[in-house]
């Protein structure tokens, strides 16, 4: 049996959008049936013409943000044992570095490029 996803809310543009390239990043959902629900009828077009893009176009990057690789950053830097301005300068800079780069956890930085980027800045 094949896999079936079901967004509901999925008349939220950037939200539909992100989660169908995440879930069609892993090559075991590449073939699963996605159906999108909303109350809102001009929204779910919208998001429906996005997502058959996203399909027609075949080229699926996982959207893991900035966001979620500073959350991450902060807790490890307060695991290494930051501080907190620590912290939250070691997940800027992963952050950062997250920006210029394409896909999921391989484009996060490293806790080494983290430092190298830190001890760059003035």
Do not use: W
């Amino acid at each position: 049996m094949g896999k079936k996803f079901v967004l509901i809310g999925a008349g939220s543009y950037v939200f539909t959008r992100n989660l169908v390239r995440d879930i069609l990043s892993f090559p075991a959902f590449q073939d699963a049936k996605i159906a999108l629900v909303d109350i809102d009828d001009h929204g779910l077009a919208f998001s429906r013409r996005a997502v058959q893009g996203i399909i027609d176009a075949g080229n699926y990057p996982a959207t893991n943000g900035c966001g979620d690789t500073f959350h991450g950053a902060f807790v490890a830097g307060k695991i290494y044992g930051m501080d907190n301005d620590a912290a939250c300068q070691y997940a800027s800079a992963a952050a950062a570095l997250k920006c210029t780069r394409l896909g999921a956890r391989s484009a996060m930085a490293t806790d080494e490029e983290c430092r190298e980027f830190l001890r760059k800045q003035p």
